[in-house]
């Protein structure tokens, strides 16, 4: 099975304002879609980033949040002062004072952290080390047969997956799982040539068909209810 490419689409007030908070952090560009959505492309080792029109209404934590690496204590401190001039703010998620990561939020209320040199984890995965999910075995699983990428982790109910190539992983933390509440206004999404078939496929891996939104994309729920889309390619 080819390897799938993954986007992260993120629900934002002023999609080209949030997305230019984080193509100045990631140092990526930007690409207005046409539709009102704004994306950082990404690469065959890591994801693309998408900001879409919508209004997050926030319940609790989200189920994902990216960690950015950093290659020493200086660049740390760099990384979250850039953070905080271009509109990012401190989050208390109750860290510890010991843990050497730093946990921020983007302007739109987006959990991010930026992990402290020396994490073995993250080496050589780039600025965009990780994209952490709260998610069952299960669902890790899923995603590493969706995506066509190896686990790279799977202990203690955690999984990880990457593409084959290296770059940005995808984790799950394992159970206890928060429940949904409402609408999640983060999702991945898959492109595909052929959407119907790769909806049959993905059905298949043990996804659920929910509905399509208005701009064409497929909706469906993975093992753990999150809702994910299929867009053409």
């Known amino acids: 099975m080819l390897p799938r490419h993954l986007t992260l689409t993120l629900d934002a007030r002023h999609p080209t304002r949030l997305a230019r908070f984080w193509a100045d952090l990631l140092g990526r560009d930007t690409v207005a879609d046409g539709t009102g959505g704004v994306h950082l492309p990404g690469t065959a080792t890591r994801?693309?980033?998408?900001?879409?029109?919508?209004?997050?209404?926030?319940?609790?934590?989200?189920?994902m949040h990216l960690h950015l690496t950093s290659?020493?204590?200086?660049?740390?401190?760099?990384?979250?002062?850039?953070?905080?001039?271009?509109?990012g703010s401190h989050l208390d998620?109750?860290?510890?004072?010991?843990?050497?990561?730093?946990?921020?939020?983007?302007?739109?209320?987006?959990?991010?952290?930026?992990?402290?040199?020396?994490?073995?984890?993250?080496?050589?995965?780039?600025?965009?080390?990780?994209?952490?999910?709260?998610?069952?075995?299960?669902?890790?699983?899923?995603?590493?047969?969706?995506?066509?990428?190896?686990?790279?982790?799977?202990?203690?109910?955690?999984?990880?997956?990457?593409?084959p190539h290296g770059g940005t992983k995808v984790a799950w933390g394992g159970p206890p799982v928060a429940p949904q509440r409402g609408h999640n206004?983060?999702?991945?999404?898959?492109?595909?040539?052929?959407?119907?078939?790769?909806?049959?496929?993905?059905?298949?891996?043990?996804?659920?068909?929910?509905?399509?939104?208005?701009?064409?994309v497929v909706l469906l729920a993975d093992p753990d209810g999150n809702a994910f889309g299929v867009t053409a390619r």
């Open 47 to 63: 994801p693309d980033l998408r900001f879409v029109p919508g209004r997050p209404h926030r319940t609790g934590p989200h189920r």
């Open 93 to 163: 998620v109750g860290q510890r004072p010991e843990e050497t990561h730093v946990v921020l939020a983007d302007p739109e209320g987006n959990e991010f952290c930026v992990i402290g040199p020396g994490n073995t984890f993250l080496a050589g995965c780039g600025r965009l080390g990780e994209v952490a999910c709260d998610g069952t075995r299960e669902v890790g699983l899923f995603w590493s047969r969706a995506l066509g990428w190896p686990l790279v982790w799977d202990q203690d109910q955690e999984t990880a997956v990457q593409s």
């Open 71 to 87: 290659d020493s204590p200086d660049d740390q401190q760099r990384q979250v002062a850039r953070a905080l001039a271009l509109g």
């Open 185 to 216: 206004p983060q999702r991945f999404d898959l492109t595909a040539a052929d959407t119907s078939a790769e909806v049959d496929r993905l059905v298949a891996l043990g996804a659920t068909r929910l509905d399509a939104t208005a701009d064409g």
